[in-house]
């Protein structure tokens, strides 16, 4: 099965700073790799996804690279705010078969 | 438009005791998740249904049951509870299996004494 590995488990940065967060995968078939937020008791939400036939996706200040051939990808926030701190998912899927998630980055944004 | 709704959001049962956790979704979508969440360890699918009358084990499936009672509903069964499933269990949907965006529930948290 697929194997996906985050890091850094935890990331702390001052307001205004970019973070960066990357994951591997292992599963050369997986093909579609989303990103999810999640604040403290509450459930994941999805912030942003990328498909295996695109290279960079940006949604305002969030942004996903991804690598297939070195089969990693990453998640890049830039101007971070307070808002932004929460735990980050990565995961990776591949097509008719179960999702995969990292273990999560712990993001905090210092004011 | 409730999205995923989970019930109960608190249990607390004793070693040996049977529980269902029951999730609930109202968009449509044909496959529906249950995932498990302990600290430092991320998500991990327990049971997936990937349209209604299918089920399928997931990456942790020992000591756990689902059924899918129509497509709306997909239960969550422990028939006989251990401390070791004491963890936060989140139900999810979508439109159907693969590269397509999954919608969570608020969660269940469980202790098992």
């Known amino acids: 099965g697929e194997n996906v590995e985050q890091h850094p488990s935890t990331l702390s940065v001052q307001e205004g700073d970019s973070a960066v967060i990357k994951c591997t995968y292992s599963d050369s078939a997986s093909n579609y790799f989303p990103w999810y937020k999640q604040e403290l008791g509450k459930r994941p939400q999805l912030i942003i996804d990328?498909?295996?036939?695109?290279g960079e996706k940006k949604d305002q200040r969030i942004a996903v690279t991804l690598n297939k051939t070195a089969k990693h990808f990453s998640l890049h926030i830039t101007e971070t705010q307070p808002e932004d701190s929460a735990v980050y998912f990565c995961?990776?899927?591949?097509?008719?078969?179960?999702?995969?998630f990292g273990a999560g980055t712990r993001l905090t944004v210092k004011p | 438009n409730a999205g995923v709704t989970q019930t109960p959001k608190f249990q607390v049962l004793k070693t040996g005791q049977s529980m269902t956790l029951q999730c609930a979704q109202d968009?449509?979508?044909?496959?529906m998740y249950w995932y498990r969440q302990d600290p430092g360890m991320g998500l991990r699918l327990i049971y997936y249904?990937?349209?209604?009358?299918?089920?399928d084990k997931g990456e942790v499936p020992n000591g756990y049951n689902v059924s899918r009672l129509n497509k709306r509903e997909f239960s969550l069964r422990l028939e006989s509870a251990a401390p070791s499933q004491t963890s936060v269990y989140f139900c999810?949907?979508?439109?159907?299996?693969?590269?397509?965006?999954?919608?969570f529930g608020a969660g269940t948290r469980l202790s098992v004494l």
């Open positions: 999810a949907s979508s439109e159907s299996r693969g590269r397509n965006i999954q919608y």
């Open positions: 968009m449509n979508h044909n496959s």
């Open positions: 249904s990937a349209s209604e009358g299918t089920t």
């Open positions: 995961a990776a899927i591949r097509e008719d078969n179960d999702m995969r």
């Open positions: 990328i498909r295996s036939n695109v």
